[in-house]
């Protein structure tokens, strides 16, 4: 294998795209309009570049002989345009901000043997001259990259068969730079433009993003994620694709350095892996990091942080973090945590967070900003709620239903119960108490209702509630299950006041060493019988109460 060191001096300026400063979407998103009648080549790759804002570099022999351009393209992104319009036997390489065009390998008339060479140079600022420190040096056909060091020095090592390599040169608030390296060339000198503060607004995105929390700054990237893998992310606008990667750990990829600029559509990680996106699958034998969005499948072995959105399923033995939203399936053993808009099933054994549910969260905890889905969980805290939520406690901070009651019915005439919820559904709580002649009665209750909006100061609730009853004796003989259906109508008194009562069904079921019914029931019943030596009854009675309103 030979060998050749190539010096490199940056000192002057090629091309004008910009980094990720300045809001730009990524390149491979752009979307752009143009129209071509009768075209050179050459031109049309100007008028381009000057339409979309990137640069680009290019071996003017390439365009010689090439055919004239026509065509309209409405709405398209660059690298489609791009891809029509190029001849086969140019081949187009991009990163972050930057275009190369190469000599495509198959139109090679004569293959060279692998060359290791060696590419030396310093980077500085176009305006002071002064060195740069941390710029990205990427060698676009095999994402070989490094940065340069305090003093604006850098060295990068690369095998290559053709006699030309595309490099670029990428650093936040500065102006991305394309080169053409030929090997028999006199090596060109290139310097960073500092990006003005009046930089011209984004091109129309496919999908904008411009919130400012990135997955590198919270604490589990800060702890996983090398400096130059950061660094590079931060200073290369955009991304590129691959169809593969294959990494052990973040530092340790298919796509080195460059990692987070890159897009996957396959990805498999050891033990964990970083990249800019997915397009159809990742596996992680521990965690998966990426920095935007995720479509597919994507599954870890601890957890799975996204900083974009999610679309299709999410699989995590811990935790699924996502700061945008999520359109699919959230499957973790602790927390599903989401950022944005939940739209598809948050399932978890532990708890689910999502600012907005659209879709269902099923979970011991179920927490939201706006919950316009389906919640099935033990507690369920939200700030306001137009769907259904189902638990053991559902908090709602803002236009929830909150009622305390006293009650009197035919079966326990002293009852204090407490609605919690939505008027949509809420759970109520309730205490009973009753004496008989040999002892005395304990009634726990729990069940859900729900209550028609306020009309001429009446109200209509619809509640089924079940109860555990208790003798409190020294000789307790048995204890008694009461399902029970109230029918209420309330009429408001006045300010938070309401007078409320109605008809109930209720069904009793008595059960215990004796296996007969305690003293103290129904005054009467529609019908009986036995579940074994379990005695039951079932009546018509009624309920009669006042209801305070304290939300």
Do not use: C
């Not at 596996?283 to 679309?311: A, E, M, P, T, Y």
């Not at 409190?472 to 009461?482: I, P």
């Amino acid at each position: 294998m030979g060998r050749s060191l190539l010096q490199l001096a940056v000192f002057v300026v090629l091309g004008g795209g910009v980094s990720a400063q300045t809001g730009h979407p990524p390149l491979a998103d752009r979307v752009v309009s143009i129209t071509f009648s009768r075209t050179n080549l050459s031109e049309a790759l100007h008028a381009l570049s000057e339409l979309a804002d990137f640069s680009f570099s290019v071996n003017a022999e390439l365009l010689a002989g090439s055919p004239v351009i026509s065509g309209r393209f409405r709405e398209v992104t660059v690298l489609d345009v791009l891809q029509h319009i190029l001849p086969p036997e140019i081949e187009l390489r991009h990163s972050g901000n930057s275009v190369i065009l190469l000599r495509a390998p198959e139109a090679h008339r004569e293959p060279q043997a692998p060359m290791e060479y060696e590419i030396q140079g310093e980077v500085r600022d176009a305006v002071t001259g002064l060195p740069l420190n941390g710029a990205t040096v990427v060698e676009v056909s095999r994402g070989k990259s490094t940065l340069s060091d305090r003093e604006g020095n850098f060295s990068l090592r690369v095998v290559a068969r053709s006699a030309q390599l595309g490099l670029s040169f990428s650093k936040v608030g500065y102006r991305d730079t394309a080169l053409l390296l030929p090997f028999d060339a006199h090596p060109p000198r290139v310097l960073l433009l500092p990006i003005p503060p009046d930089a011209p607004p984004p091109v129309t995105a496919l999908a904008p993003d411009s919130l400012p929390r990135t997955v590198e700054t919270v604490g589990v990237g800060r702890l996983l994620l090398s400096r130059e893998l950061v660094i590079s992310a931060r200073n290369i606008a955009g991304y590129t694709t691959r169809k593969y990667q294959l990494s052990f750990t973040p530092r340790l990829s298919t796509n080195f350095k460059i990692a987070g600029s890159v897009k996957n559509d396959y990805s498999v990680n050891l033990l964990g892996g970083y990249g800019y996106g997915v397009g159809k699958m990742e596996l992680g034998g521990v965690f998966n990091i990426d920095r935007k969005d995720i479509s597919g499948l994507q599954g870890s072995g601890v957890f799975n942080l996204v900083g974009g959105d999610v679309n299709g399923v999410q699989l995590a033995g811990v935790a699924n973090v996502v700061r945008n939203g999520v359109r699919g399936v959230q499957v973790a053993g602790g927390l599903n945590l989401v950022r944005g808009d939940q739209a598809g099933w948050q399932v978890s054994g532990g708890g689910n967070y999502a600012d907005t549910v659209s879709g269902s969260q099923i979970g011991v905890v179920n927490v939201s900003k706006v919950q316009r889905g389906l919640q099935i969980g033990l507690v369920n805290v939200n700030d306001s709620v137009a769907g259904t939520s189902i638990g053991l406690v559902s908090i709602v901070r803002r236009k929830g239903h909150y009622t305390i009651e006293a009650a009197a019915t035919e079966f326990l005439p002293l009852n204090l119960t407490l609605r919690a919820g939505t008027t949509r559904l809420y759970n109520i709580y309730g205490v009973g108490y009753a004496t008989g002649r040999d002892e005395s009665y304990l009634s726990l209750g729990l069940g859900l209702g729900r209550v028609t909006p306020e009309r001429r100061s009446w109200r209509l609730r619809n509640e089924l509630t079940l109860n555990w009853i208790q003798g409190t004796g020294e000789e307790r003989k048995q204890d008694q299950g009461l399902a029970r259906y109230d029918l209420l109508l309330q009429r408001g008194l006045t300010g938070n006041l309401h007078l409320l009562g109605g008809p109930s069904a209720n069904f009793l079921v008595s059960w215990g060493a004796e296996g007969v019914a305690l003293a103290h029931t129904a005054p009467y019943t529609l019908a009986s019988g036995r579940f074994g030596n379990r005695p039951w009854e079932a009546w018509i009675g009624f309920k009669v109460g006042i209801s305070l309103a304290f939300r």
